[in-house]
């Protein structure tokens, strides 16, 4: 029920506001706690909640991206495949397999599920916060996370904006990959904290 709620909050947001939703992506935590506890470890009747939905929104219908930029390993199967060759052929399901299909790409393109744990425990970030007497910021997204959407839809010296910065993630992530960034934060202590992001 949730995410009908959520689907349908995001096409009148889309309507209001003029946006487009380019895709929807998944994010899973292999990490994640076994919540909401009282469902999953107490009563037993629910399994952990470890994925939450990812909307791409854009102001246009054909948004700036390239995929070329976050190709990820060739499975072995498919490496034995470029090594072998493959007969170009009809699979059972329909899906005509052309012998293009044996390009080296220099990699596969991946699907919308990102599966990025979130196990920062020792980061330098954490560390300096500790070491100044910070709280750090208790919901820090992984930077693998800003990383995939940063290469994806942006080139170096684009700007990156992140409206909700938190401890500047995004920011942090955005100026090693040599894009220009724009972090807002509401939280002054969330704000102070992402200084230790920085070496400088």
């Known amino acids: 029920m949730r995410s009908i709620y959520q689907y349908e909050l995001l096409v009148k947001l889309c309507k209001e506001v003029g946006f487009f939703l380019a895709q929807e992506f998944y994010h899973y935590n292999p990490a994640r706690l076994p919540t909401p506890a009282e469902w999953v470890t107490i009563r037993r009747v629910r399994v952990k909640d470890a994925v939450n939905i990812v909307w791409w929104l854009s102001k246009t219908p054909n948004p700036k991206a ?17 090594e072998k ?3 170009a052929q009809v699979r059972p399901s329909g899906h005509d397999i052309s012998d293009k299909f044996q390009k080296d790409n220099q990699g596969a393109i991946p699907p919308n599920l990102l599966e990025i744990a979130n196990t920062e425990s020792n980061s330098t ?3 300096r916060c500790k070491a100044a007497g910070v709280k750090p910021h208790p919901a820090r997204f992984p930077q693998g996370f800003a990383e995939f959407f940063i290469k994806f839809l942006t080139d170096e010296g684009d700007l990156v904006l992140d ?9 942090f992530v955005a100026e090693t990959w040599q894009r220009r960034w724009i972090a807002v934060e509401i939280n002054q202590d ?8 920085f070496s400088e």
Do not use: C, E, H
Request: aromatic letters at 16%; proline letters at 5%.
């Open 66 to 82: 390239d995929n070329k930029k976050i190709l990820k390993p060739y499975s072995q199967s498919m490496k034995r495949l470029l």
């Open 85 to 87: 060759g493959y007969k």
């Open 125 to 127: 970030y954490l560390r």
């Open 163 to 171: 409206p909700f910065a938190g401890s500047n993630t995004t920011g």
């Open 190 to 197: 969330y704000v102070l904290g992402s200084r230790y992001r």
